[in-house]
């Protein structure tokens, strides 16, 4: 069992920036792909980003179109925690932000790869 608590939410104007953070519970935590997902009002859930550890340095990340260049994920396996740097922040990038933790290794985009989800975390742009 994995517990994902989110943190760093908040409002900002356009053009600034947040880091989400997404602290996990469990033992295991480097094994797992770490994603982050978005919900914005009266839409669907989407993706943002996902990262993988494959052993020493090397990791593996993905982004959706719309944040590339923008947006970082990173994760600290020391301290069992995920990141999602966001800078250059716009207006539609309003939504609940979602940590989600797979261990599977398939699409990183696929809600359903992943097993275990936080809370979320608000994060609100103003024009």
């Known amino acids: 069992q994995v517990q994902l608590v989110e943190s760093g939410g908040g409002l900002v104007q356009a053009g600034g920036s947040l880091r989400l953070s997404c602290a996990a519970s469990g033992r295991t935590f480097s094994s797992y792909t770490m994603g982050w997902f978005r919900q914005a009002p009266g839409k669907e859930r989407e993706f943002v980003a996902a990262?993988?550890?494959?052993?020493?340095?090397?990791?593996?990340?993905y982004y959706v179109d719309s944040v590339k260049g923008r947006f970082t994920i990173s994760r600290d396996n020391a301290k069992n925690t995920a990141y999602l740097q966001m800078n250059s922040l716009k207006p539609e990038d309003t939504a609940v932000y979602y940590c989600a933790a797979s261990s599977g290794k398939g699409r990183w985009e696929d809600q359903r790869e992943y097993d275990y989800w936080g809370q979320g975390t608000q994060v609100t742009v103003s024009s």
């Open positions: 990262i993988r550890w494959s052993g020493g340095s090397l990791y593996y990340a």
